[in-house]
């Protein structure tokens, strides 16, 4: 039996995805029962990395998500439109979906899911996260026994690149971003990688899977790493610890998920914890349950390799189920998406954590005092507090606080921004507890 797919997108995932099922020998046999009916390209003049005949590429998608022969669509183009409405274009003739769009799923994934279980037909996304890393998968059958504590990812690579080399080279953002862009790490516009965007999408999916309800990309909290410097970088090194940009799914699990923390920010992590060795362009995803404990995922997070091969593990999911099923089967549950409520998601205001904090202060006796006083008013302990040197003329102190709720930290950083001798408060970074 014969598959036919349709591919929505040629760039270099595409062209990944065509390479692999174009060379089936030492795969799964199940790719040679799949046939590449359509490509939808912006140009049929583009020069191809990859040899297709030309009756198989067409600027006219729609011809595609609508053509009775094809049973699966994979989505590449990325963008919120024209490929969420494709998708459910796809889906109201039925057909099966392979997508590796993390914005379209962590925006519209509810009407693309009540979509699909309407008509009978899969939404696959393993490609949308951690690129070759498979997480999804694991989050929905692997760990399904488990009752989910924490999600802790590195799940944008460019970010984690810029990080990597501002701290073994000690240099400044900017010129490390700059850097990215010349060798393709980032793009031309880097605000979805260093605003933390990317990563939002990409937790706000993983979420909804380990904490079994659906999740609005709006309640993930945000912050990237532009304001990060080199000295904060220092001075987490001084203190052992590394920054990272992570995205956090915090809850106490499951159904009950009233608890559930979202958000995505610079982070120190202390050198020892899995995660600080993720380095450069390489994503890292730690996922802790009860009864498993900890189960650490790890791999390159991007390219065309790594999310080629996670966009044919979806479609050889799905080849399998169509090539050995009766005509009309019922969706399988460990595949298809079916919770329904929406995860409550807690204000960060009311996080706790711990924090680490530079301040830039007028060198006058009793400057420490009056810090450690306005932290003490607002029930803030402190860690660590020490004075590291001076910067133009200002003592520099930095401040490592105990578990502490958020908003009282803010609260007591805005009384302290008040006081004369407080010049500059130029890093607030949390540290993962």
Known sequence: M???????????????TVEILQEPQGRSPLLKAIEIKAVGVRSLDKPRQVNLPPEVLTTDLETIVTDPDIAIVVELMGGLEPARS????????KKHIVTANKAVIARYGPEIYEA??????????????????????????????NRIESIVGILNGTTNYILSRMTSEGADFDEVLTAAQQLGYAEADPSADVDGLDAADKIAILASLGFGGRVKREDVACEGIRSVSAVD?????????VIKLL???????????????LRVHPTLIAKAHPL???????????VTGDPLGQVMFYGRGAGAGPTAS?????????????????????L????????????????????????????????????????????????????????????????????????????????????????????EIPSVIRVLS
């Open 276 to 286: 600080a060795s993720v380095n450069g362009v390489y994503n890292g995803v730690l």
């Open 2 to 16: 014969t598959v036919k797919i349709g591919l929505l997108g040629l760039g270099t995932v595409g062209t990944g």
């Open 310 to 330: 996670a966009v044919v593990s979806d479609v050889i999911n799905i080849v399998g189920i169509i090539t050995s099923s009766d005509e009309n089967p019922a």
């Open 332 to 423: 399988d549950p460990l595949l298809s998406c079916t919770h329904q409520h929406y995860c409550q998601v807690s204000s960060i205001e009311d996080l706790v954590t711990r924090f680490y904090c530079r301040f830039l202060c007028a060198d006058v006796p009793g400057v420490i005092g009056h810090l450690g006083m306005g932290f003490g008013n607002h029930g803030v302990s402190l860690e660590s507090l020490v004075q590291i040197g001076f910067t133009d003329g200002c003592a520099e102190i930095v401040v490592v606080t105990h578990d502490v709720r958020e908003g009282d930290y803010r609260a007591a950083l805005e009384e302290i921004s008040q006081l004369e001798a407080v010049k």
């Open 247 to 261: 995205a956090i799914a915090d809850g106490n699990a499951g159904e009950n998920s009233e608890a559930l923390q």
């Open 233 to 241: 970088i220092a001075y987490a090194d001084r203190l052992g610890f």
């Open 86 to 93: 494709l998708i459910l274009q796809a889906i109201a003739h």
């Open 116 to 145: 699909a279980n309407h008509h009978g037909v899969y939404v696959l996304l393993e490609a949308a996260v951690g690129g070759g890393i498979p997480i999804i998968k694991p989050l929905k059958q692997s760990l399904g026994g």
